[in-house]
């Protein structure tokens, strides 16, 4: 989960999105509308039993915060809750099968951008071709499945890809949390398969949109082209438009494939392969 | 406002409630769904331009909540909140047209009822009435006005009642916060016009009620009809019950004029007259 605003157990109930499939929720700062809804989120957790650890990533504050909660509103958890204060740029997660990266952005106090990136997944086993190679079930199919290349006792080898399908590539997810536009995105963002971008403000708002470190609608779909990206995501856009669509068709000029979240937006990005 | 969960905003937008208007918010107890609304309703108030002063009152931790909040969260208001911590029954707040009168009740952790309590009103003054006896317009009407008998120049004395209709009593409403049924409730809301009462389980599960420190749909009826109250007001009911008209039911066995409050229940309280 990243960010975690107030209210956000009553929209995951609406959305039907179990409570416990979260393990690990990474706050891109410490404003109001993006950390509120942690301590009530943890307490239902822990109404409901939950015994699995949950681990919350954010800036430095991110634990003082929960502490003087837990010092002053009773709050009983019946599961470990680990806080990972985020120091500097690097990967903050390190998963068997992804990877969170997180890198400084630029909105009015400390804050950070996320990357959520998936390791690539071997392909598909074929016990037929490895059978047809004289390659027999056994330790050496496991040894195949593992990426090592084997021997036979014919004394021939056997690689990996004699006997498996393509490799299945990682996707990459960005999530900019509030933002000016920032010089490091580029490369962060390089190639994503989607990035969820800051977009408060119309580009008639620029100055307003500097000043109180957001994105225009024009700035962050320019950044979703220079970082070269599959797909644009633009949110957190002002409740003073009451109609977007005017806001899709100005990111379209710039970015193509540019689409506005909405409360319960689903996006499914494909498993890829090479 | 008494208590102030997370949601409250949103719920207020939907019922139209003017956010400006509150002054005052009494905390009954430092849980969750009663206080972790606060910030994000203050942090609304100033992107509002809030000017007005705010007080809130509650338990002794009330402060360290807040100042936790302000420390860690980005926190700027526009206005001054001034924090009450409650620490003995009594009259916690006095203004002009009426009090809120604090009184421990017998949750898990510390926690208040509170009695909203209006101070009689004086009767409409009959300028007729008052030119019949002889006195002309000017500061003897306001003399009579303000409750004071005067003299006439003829040496006859007239009477507020001569002159105005009966006082308007006060209205009285009681609000117990989460607790169990407990004694000095009875004194406390001793002929409110409302009281509303926690009443979260159905009697079948009373022993789970008051480990927990909530009241049962019967306790509270009880408790109603010992302090003789007008009119009761059920509410904190648990979510495991999809139904509630049973308990609606149930409740008016025991005290009859009882009502379940659902999510923007709006019931109004008549002026009284004496």
């Keep these: 989960m990243f960010d975690c605003g107030e209210g956000v157990q009553r929209q995951m109930l609406i959305a039907k999105t179990s409570l416990n499939k979260i393990t690990k929720i990474f706050i891109s700062h410490m404003h109001g509308d993006h950390v509120m809804g942690l301590p009530g989120l943890l307490q239902t957790m822990a109404l409901l039993g939950r015994e699995r650890k949950l681990d919350i990533y954010g800036p430095a504050k991110i634990r003082e915060f929960m502490q003087g909660i837990s010092r002053t509103v009773q709050f009983v958890l019946t599961f470990q809750v680990k806080i990972h204060k985020i120091k500097r740029a ?3 997660c390190q998963e068997k099968e992804y990877a969170v990266h997180a890198v400084r952005s630029k909105h009015v106090i400390t804050s950070f951008a996320y990357a959520y990136v998936e390791k690539s997944r071997p392909g598909p086993f074929y016990p037929e071709r490895a059978k047809a190679l004289g390659v027999s079930e056994g330790p050496l199919w496991s040894k195949l499945q593992k990426g090592k290349e084997i021997k036979l006792p014919t004394g021939e080898s056997v690689r990996p890809e004699d006997v498996m399908g393509q490799p299945r590539l990682g996707r990459k997810i960005v999530y900019t949390g509030d933002t000016r536009p920032f010089r490091g995105l580029k490369v962060f963002a390089e190639g994503a398969d989607m990035l969820i971008h800051d977009s408060t403000l119309g580009d008639e708002l620029a100055a307003r949109a500097e000043e109180y470190g957001h ?24 409740q003073r438009y009451e109609d977007t669509s005017k806001w899709l068709e100005q990111a379209r000029k710039i970015f193509k494939n540019a689409v506005v979240a909405e409360d319960f937006t689903r996006i499914e990005i494909p498993l890829l392969e090479k």
């Design 90 to 92: 690097g990967i903050v």
């Design 215 to 238: 994105s225009t609608v024009d700035q962050a779909a320019e950044s979703a082209k220079e970082a070269g990206v599959k797909q644009l995501v633009l949110t957190h856009i002002s």
